[in-house]
């Protein structure tokens, strides 16, 4: 909005002129979703305590989380609106690559919402049924795949993805199975961080981590220089992903001032699958969904442990009689808990990995 405002101010005052930088937005949208947590934070958690809409906390997990019971949730009201504001007032609105990953941030959010209200206002424990919320998932994926194939964002093959370490080696998907693919990649990516999202700022580190490596590959792509000289693809517009990265990345930040452990108020389902919703979509805009296996590797760690473990457990007891465990508790965040490792050395620890992740995954823009 900023931009469109502004900028055709540039003739009159050259200091207008900086809104046509995309890293000068950029670090304008991190500032404001920063700020934007800070001012809407405080009121929100009030609210939530004050309607008693706390976490319920699982009996069967480790004994440290029952002194949690009743911490405000829905916290994920602070990200969304933390993302969304500094990304309509920051970013070319007229770009589509902003567009989608604003739908697909505000659409995850909404179920998120929906789950979290069932679970925690109406008091039902299973909130939305797992096939429900997976339903809305898909459906918004195949909608997103199915737009991408017939209004392609690029010159590119529409249903092509890049490789990592590979700079000429591009994979095409038959057209009808590409928005399969892309709902795939959406929801793995949202439930991935939400079922991440188990101790106090785990999943919003992570998330931080995840989006600013994304904004950086936003914006080399989205410069035809850049992306010539590190011979990788070059989408004209993408750039614009990079504000909305840098929002991302302020709001998970931002939360963090109040989901750090002891946590005043949890994300719950509306932030989480917001995250996730919005990271995927940034994968598949920037056509590097193999690349979200190495930024988010982390949350691909503890999306694997969980259906391991269920596999595992549901084979062993079809074979013996006897379920079995691979891990002492998944996600793999428990696991550790329960081998002793204190909450905050397991958050710090997966932070480090994260970073690990994120940086293994920059360099596959000279590793080629």
């Known amino acids: 909005m900023l931009y469109h405002l502004l900028f055709p101010l540039?003739?009159?005052?050259?200091l207008f002129n900086l809104f046509q930088y995309i890293s000068f937005r950029a670090a304008g949208a991190m500032v404001t979703a920063l700020l934007t947590t800070f001012l809407v934070g405080p009121p929100v958690i009030a609210w939530l305590r004050r309607r008693g809409w706390g976490q319920v906390v699982r009996l069967?997990?480790?004994?440290?989380?029952?002194?949690k019971a009743g911490t405000p949730t829905m916290g994920g009201l602070v990200i969304l609106a933390a993302t969304l504001v500094p990304t309509l007032l920051w970013a070319r609105l007229d770009e589509s690559y902003v567009q989608?990953?604003?739908?697909?941030?505000?659409?995850?959010?909404?179920?998120g919402f929906l789950d979290d209200y069932l679970k925690v206002v109406r008091h039902e424990p299973r909130g939305l049924i797992a096939r429900?919320?997976?339903?809305?998932q898909m459906l918004l994926g195949l909608a997103l795949g199915a737009f991408l194939l017939l209004h392609p964002l690029s010159a590119n093959t529409p249903t092509s993805t890049s490789l990592p370490f590979?700079?000429?080696?591009?994979?095409?998907?038959?057209?009808?199975?590409?928005?399969?693919?892309?709902?795939?990649?959406?929801?793995?990516?949202?439930?991935?961080v939400n079922l991440t999202d188990g101790l106090d700022g785990l999943a919003a580190g992570l998330a931080a981590i995840a989006a600013l490596a994304f904004g950086a590959f936003a914006y080399v792509m989205g410069r035809v220089d850049t992306s010539t000289y590190l011979q990788i693809l070059y989408l004209p517009g993408?750039?614009?992903?990079?504000?909305?990265?840098?929002?991302?990345?302020?709001?998970?930040?931002?939360?963090?001032?109040?989901?750090?452990?002891?946590?005043?108020?949890?994300?719950?389902?509306?932030?989480?699958?917001?995250?996730?919703?919005?990271?995927?979509?940034?994968?598949v805009l920037l056509?590097?969904?193999?690349?979200?296996?190495?930024?988010?590797g982390v949350f691909v760690?503890?999306?694997?442990?969980?259906?391991?473990?269920?596999?595992?457990?549901?084979?062993?007891?079809?074979?013996?009689?006897?379920?079995?465990?691979?891990f002492r508790m998944a996600p793999l965040h428990h696991h550790f808990e329960k081998l002793g490792w204190p909450e905050t050395r397991v958050v710090v620890r997966f932070y480090i990995l994260a970073i690990l992740c994120a940086l293994v995954g920059l360099a596959t823009l000279k590793v080629r």
């Open 60 to 67: 069967e997990g480790p004994k440290t989380h029952l002194e």
């Open 301 to 326: 760690a503890e999306a694997v442990s969980v259906m391991v473990q269920t596999g595992w457990f549901k084979l062993t007891r079809w074979r013996t009689g006897t379920g079995r465990r691979v």
């Open 100 to 111: 989608i990953a604003f739908v697909v941030t505000a659409w995850m959010g909404a179920i």
């Open 132 to 136: 429900q919320k997976l339903a809305w």
């Open 10 to 14: 540039s003739d009159r005052n050259i």
């Open 238 to 283: 993408a750039g614009e992903l990079t504000v909305f990265c840098a929002a991302l990345t302020g709001a998970a930040i931002g939360f963090l001032w109040f989901n750090a452990p002891p946590a005043e108020v949890f994300m719950g389902d509306t932030g989480s699958l917001a995250l996730g919703g919005a990271i995927g979509a940034v994968a």
């Open 287 to 296: 056509k590097s969904e193999f690349l979200l296996l190495l930024v988010g």
């Open 166 to 192: 590979f700079k000429n080696l591009h994979i095409a998907f038959w057209a009808p199975a590409f928005p399969l693919f892309v709902a795939l990649v959406v929801t793995g990516s949202s439930n991935a």
